[in-house]
T-cell receptor, first 119, second 115 residues
Framework: GAVVSQHPSWVICKSGTSVKIECRSLDFQATTMFWYRQFPKQSLMLMATSNEGSKATYEQGVEKDKFLINHASLTLSTLTVTSAHPEDSSFYIC???????????????FGPGTRLTVL | AQSVTQLDSQVPVFEEAPVELRCNYSSSVSVYLFWYVQYPNQGLQLLLKYLSGSTLVKGINGFEAEFNKSQTSFHLRKPSVHISDTAEYFCAVSAAQGGSEKLVFGKGTKLTVNP
């Protein structure tokens, strides 16, 4: 089956630093990837939709200057949390849709997530 | 906009017992419905999805779900659970119109299967 990887799986950083999280589709091409944030005992909240070769589309309330998204290739999207603060600590999950058929009903494949802790 | 309510945050059951995990949704347009499972320290895995056609959908690992439009529900069921089914289960919805790919998730239901 289709596999999506995330790196790193966990990261601890100091307040004020920036952290980059990578999301890769390992065996398929994905023109569209999604970034979610998951708080403990809460649902996944969509942060942004990442489109290969164009700007990401952010959900309402998500600061685009704080959460920088780059989708430079059909298999890689990155999320950079800039000037991280303790309130940014969370579980970040990406997903990717196989773009082969072009159907929006195709399955989204999820990565294993990245646990970010900001001290 | 769509929303999803998973009525039970935790469901404990004994091995080989049947289980139903409840999911209700709200939407002003037609929807696609999904159930995902998340095992500890792993990503979400698709269990099954309803796009159109038969309202009874069969998925992997012996799970099935029934779409009920009048009750706006998409409950997940399994007739006999195993210890290995212990995981977090998420119901999700997306709009069927407009080509939107956005998934809206419920808060999840933690299923614990006890021996």
């Amino acid at each position: 089956g289709a596999v999506v990887s995330q790196h790193p799986s966990w990261v601890i950083c100091k307040s004020g630093t920036s952290v980059k999280i990578e999301c890769r589709s390992l065996d398929f091409q994905a023109t569209t990837m999604f970034w979610y944030r998951q708080f403990p005992k809460q649902s996944l909240m969509l942060m942004a939709t990442s489109n290969e070769g164009s700007k990401a589309t952010y959900e309402q309330g998500v600061e685009k200057d704080k959460f920088l998204i780059n989708h430079a290739s059909l298999t890689l999207s990155t999320l950079t949390v800039t000037s991280a603060h303790p309130e940014d600590s969370s579980f970040y999950i990406c997903s990717a849709r196989d773009s082969t058929s072009g159907r929006v009903t195709d399955t989204q494949y999820f990565g294993p997530g990245t646990r970010l802790t900001v001290l | 906009a769509q929303s999803v309510t998973q009525l039970d945050s935790q469901v404990p059951v004994f091995e080989e017992a049947p289980v139903e995990l409840r999911c209700n949704y709200s939407s002003s347009v037609s929807v696609y419905l999904f159930w995902y499972v998340q095992y500890p320290n792993q990503g979400l895995q698709l269990l099954l999805k309803y796009l159109s056609g038969s309202t009874l959908v069969k998925g992997i690992n012996g799970f099935e779900a029934e779409f009920n439009k009048s009750q706006t529900s998409f409950h997940l069921r399994k007739p006999s659970v195993h210890i290995s089914d212990t995981a977090e289960y998420f119901c999700a919805v997306s709009a069927a119109q407009g080509g939107s790919e956005k998934l809206v998730f419920g808060k999840g239901t933690k299923l614990t299967v006890n021996p």
